[in-house]
């Protein structure tokens, strides 16, 4: 029987009436494993990273993973071995990044608020760069980096005060942001970087905000960035690498962002006349890499059909996938057995969490049953790194599938595990 692919993700898809992932049936993991459980499709994130790939063959180009995506061990492992390097934004990420076999060097650290500890952490691993957000931040790095006898390789994290148009909460590149140092600031902050003994100033960066689903945001500050270099070379000061950061989107609910491979195209164009396009180029993808490459499977608890509205009330909540909570954000919602209709009932569905903002999915066609199992889409990025233990709920298993083999990459928290630093009172 020919599989019946989702659209969007192409390594899912119905055989007989089961979903599977890859070549395993995603109902006998939620049998092994339980629910819920996040599940990640390897050749997915490969094929996603190979668009990134094809599109820089030829040049002097690293792919930083931005692992606040998704920063399981197992990921980040897979990653590396592919020839990743890590964009982190905090010491634990640096310590998982090193943990899962990054090589120091291609590890660059971004992020508004650096403490003085992962400054010297990261500058005693020997990371290959800082992204620097403010000028007070390349004082204090000067100085950390000066009192260990080293000097801090920077990066001036760049606002090109760009709309990248997406979410108010996931757009940074905007005046009225909290990131990165303002494009009229600029050349002054670099001024500063280079006559810092504890700094030795090597790239620029910017990253204009996540879910970016067209190419015009991308080319807007790619050129305002190279006037910036223009200015800053002209004063003496040379740049090793050009960082355009991520921000690139996937397909949640139809959006139809750029291919990565067709995007670099088009930005490589725009270097190339500008006479940019032999400098070493990075850039920081999280979501594009991950995102559509991962479920999460969930059960059907209870169905409570309503006057207004019916409930069904899954055991994933909003401790597991926080996007719709935070950002109003759409997953698609599947069915593992059966296929998606849309001529069912709808169903708010919702989580056991005690919050009426715990919802999964607004009026969805679903023919389902207490005890059923769905699958939530696009569960990849932003979901388990973001999950907590709010209700006292133990974060999902992972699993990672490798063609026909899956692979448990976390298991279950316990409850103990999640009560173990509590003190009682004597
Ligand atoms: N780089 C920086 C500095 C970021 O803040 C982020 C996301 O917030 C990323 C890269 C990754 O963005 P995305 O997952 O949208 O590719």
Known sequence: MTPERLPGHPHLAYRGDALHLEEVALDALAERFGTPLFVYS???????LAAYQRGFAGRDARVCYAMKANSSLAILQLFARAGC?????????????????????????????????????ALQAGIGCFNVESEAELEVLSAVAQSLGLRAPV????????DAKTHPYISTGLKGNKFGIAHERALAAYRHAHALPGLRVVGIDCHIGSQITEAAPYLDALERVLDLVDAIEAAGITLEHLDFGGGLGIDYHGETPPAADALWAQLLERLDARGYGQRRLLVEPGRSL??????C?????????GEERSFCIVDAAMNDLPRPAMYQAYHGI???HGRPTLDAPLWEVV????????WLGHDRALAVRAGDRLAVLSAGAYCMSMASNYNTRTRAAEVLVDGREAHLIRRRETL?????NEVLLP
């Open 42 to 48: 390897k050749a997915a994130m490969l094929q996603a």
């Open 85 to 121: 390097g890590f964009d982190i934004v905090s010491g634990g990420e640096l310590q998982r990044a090193l943990a899962a076999g990054a090589d120091p060097t291609t590890i660059i650290f971004s992020g508004v608020g650096k403490t003085r500890a992962e400054m010297a952490a």
């Open 155 to 162: 990066s001036l994290r760049v606002n090109p005060n760009v």
């Open 290 to 295: 991950v995102g559509n490459a991962g479920v």
């Open 297 to 305: 499977l969930t059960e059907v608890l209870y169905l409570k059909p």
């Open 334 to 336: 599947v069915p593992l």
């Open 351 to 358: 989580g056991p969490v005690c919050e009426s903002g715990d």
């Open 416 to 420: 103990p595990e999640l009560m173990r």
